[in-house]
């Protein structure tokens, strides 16, 4: 079965500063693959999502993501980041098309520094 | 985008009774609603998929008389922790779907409930 690993528990970066979230899956063949943030009293919203052609996927809020096979990663970027990214973020990988097959990562919480 | 809201956003309630979950999605027919379950420093769970009108399929190891779901309306979905034990403390997040619920369509999670039973 399809499995998913946030390796960071809680980053810190400071306001303008790029940012790098890291995420890997184990799973056989190609995955789905997906980003969600979750913000303070709000439900998960869903940033990018990737199921096939260009490895290199645009977002909402200015992030990307890039799917890299060799390396069986799906890491979620931002070249300058604003005080209101602070959240908790969550790395999600799918194997077939049913929802119930989707595993979700333990979540990285990002904090903004001024 | 569309909005699925929860109620109550936290409840506390008493060793062995039982509390309800309400998963409401607000501008959209919501023909698949999922029930997750979120452990502190740890991932989403999935617990059950109920579809409007038929009864809801629940993951393996989640007990279907412990944790009762309902899909009455294509807008409204609830949870109800039965007898509930203090190890049922969890945050509870829904999210819906307006078509099949596969992965091709966008789910729309709700804020979560936070469920305390002392």
């Known amino acids: 079965a399809q499995s998913v690993t946030q390796p960071d528990i809680h980053i810190t970066v400071s306001e303008g500063a790029s940012l790098e979230l890291r995420c890997n899956y184990s799973y056989g063949a190609t995955p789905y693959l997906f980003w969600y943030v979750q913000s303070p009293g709000q439900g998960l919203q869903l940033l990018l999502k990737?199921?096939?052609?260009?490895?290199l996927v645009q977002g909402i809020k200015g992030f990307e993501a890039e799917f890299k096979r060799s390396q069986s990663s799906f890491n979620l970027r931002k070249p300058s980041v604003h005080w209101s990214d602070a959240a908790e973020y969550f790395c999600a990988v799918g194997a077939t098309f049913k929802n119930n097959d989707m595993r979700f990562g333990a979540g990285t919480r990002l904090t903004v520094k001024p | 985008g569309a909005v699925v809201s929860q109620h109550p956003s936290r409840v506390i309630c008493k060793s062995g009774t039982s509390v309800k979950i309400e998963c409401r999605s607000l501008d959209f027919q919501a023909t698949t609603m999922f029930w997750y379950r979120q452990f502190p420093k740890k991932s989403l769970m999935l617990m059950a998929t109920?579809?409007?009108?038929?009864?809801?399929?629940?993951e393996q190891g989640v007990e279907k008389d412990k944790f009762l779901i309902n899909h009455a309306s294509l807008t409204l979905s609830t949870l109800t922790v039965t007898s509930a034990h203090p190890e049922d403390s969890s945050f509870y997040i829904c999210?819906?779907?307006?078509?099949?619920?596969?992965?091709?369509?966008?789910?729309?999670f709700g804020p979560g409930t936070r469920l305390l039973v002392l």
């Open positions: 999210s819906a779907s307006g078509t099949s619920g596969g992965l091709q369509e966008t789910q729309y």
């Open positions: 109920s579809n409007e009108g038929s009864k809801a399929t629940y």
């Open positions: 990737y199921f096939s052609g260009d490895t």
